[in-house]
């Protein structure tokens, strides 16, 4: 694995993610970082010139505008140098964008720039140990007529850079030549036969001669070539689309997610901090013996107590949920009546129901509805549905709990007649954090982990739970248990 490129790629992902989260001076940093990493990118485009082009936008944004213009005259100067490699139509692009970050480049410099690319990568090669002998390095012909050949050693580069042109200007060929081919022969070797042109190195202080010669489309090597080309650009582009599709959904997930942590957390923070202000002042009230009526203090107990039960479940059911997504959460798993264990649900729900004036109506199967199960697991996933049941129902204030016995299966089912459900939310609501959009536009409480709870409950007994909704008319979950012993 290729550890830096990995690196750079991190920290770009990190920056871009910084930038659209609008935490400017975070990405500022990273792109800081990023500026000091080598290699290329996905798309040929050196990791470096990202981060100072990025830098500069940043700094604009932010208003420091010294800085930014000093940036912006780093990219220029590195540009003119070299300092990175850039195919010609990266570098053009690059050079019309100086206008748009402050620099009044003008037209740019066409042979210095093709020089400057040419010698950079040649230095980049030399660098990279290419020889150290003392014999003939290597040569390039390159697509725009240029001719790179060097020879170097650790101490010494000597090198033949020929300017774009060059070829057609110099050579007397054919005038049906459709390719040329070339060959560096040493002294004292042979020359090719037919249509042959010799340049000597002398010059240049390299060793032997160049040789070239004229190819005819006849022969089918152009157009092979042309074809392997293309093929090659084609697989490169879609290599390119692929990653790039890849990297897209990979930062839209991420961000989705932190979104959704981000509406969990507010949404428990609210669900906490109301009961909590009021306990608070009820107990004040008490302490300080402000309420002198003894009937009203009967009821300010009874309903410090019935807070208290919310609270302690509320908290139960969030250890729960995080034993549950860690896989730590144990479930034993005893025969059960569960048309008993619906009852006992029922019952705990009931004060609150009564509270908040709803009614919770049971129809339960009169036989034996024996399954295997956790008693207090089953008895939340039941009372988690009729409390979604009680929030989602502002009008309708009944709520109906059915139970049957079917094809070897218990049903639990709870019925509301409320807002009901999109259909095309139906396919998330289990997934945790995940809340409807019209619960969010009525600003219902909730913290977006009941349902998700109730699904992991049901897989764990061996189960499954559906979703029956339409909007406006009310929505019916259903719990599906084998029997014990099927």
Known sequence: MNQPATRAEALLRIARIHRKANQLEAALGTYTSLEKEGGLNMTGTPYSLLAADAKCRILTELGRRKEAAASAEFIHAGLLAGRWTLSREALEYRWSELDRLGVPAGTPPKSAFDFAVLVSR????????????????????HADSSLVVWNATGERLTALVTPPGWLTSTLTLPANSSDVRWKLTVPGAPSGAGHVVT??????????????SSLSFGTGTSSSRRSLWLTGVALMVLLVLASGYAVHRGISQELRVARLQ???????????????????????????NRIPDEVRRQKSYQFLDRETNRLHRLVEDLLDFGRMESGR???RLESHDAFQLVRAAVAESSEDATANGFRVETNLGSGPAIVRADEEALRRAVRNLIENAMKYSPECR????????E???VSISVRDQGMGIDPQEQRTIFQKFVRGNAAKKAGIKGTGIGLSMVQQISEALKGEVRVQSKVGAGSTFTILLPLAGD
């Open 122 to 141: 040649l230095y980049d090669r030399w660098q990279g140990a290419i020889s150290r002998d003392g014999s003939l390095g290597g040569r390039d012909f």
């Open 199 to 212: 340049r000597s190195l002398a010059e240049a202080q390299l060793p032997g001669r160049l040789e070239f």
């Open 262 to 288: 981000s509406d969990f957390v507010a949404a428990v923070s609210h669900e906490f901090r109301s009961p909590l202000t009021t306990l608070r002042t009820i107990t004040e009230l008490l302490a300080q």
């Open 329 to 331: 959460k144990q479930y």
């Open 398 to 405: 009944t709520v109906w709990v059915d139970g049957t016995v």
């Open 407 to 409: 094809d070897h299966r």
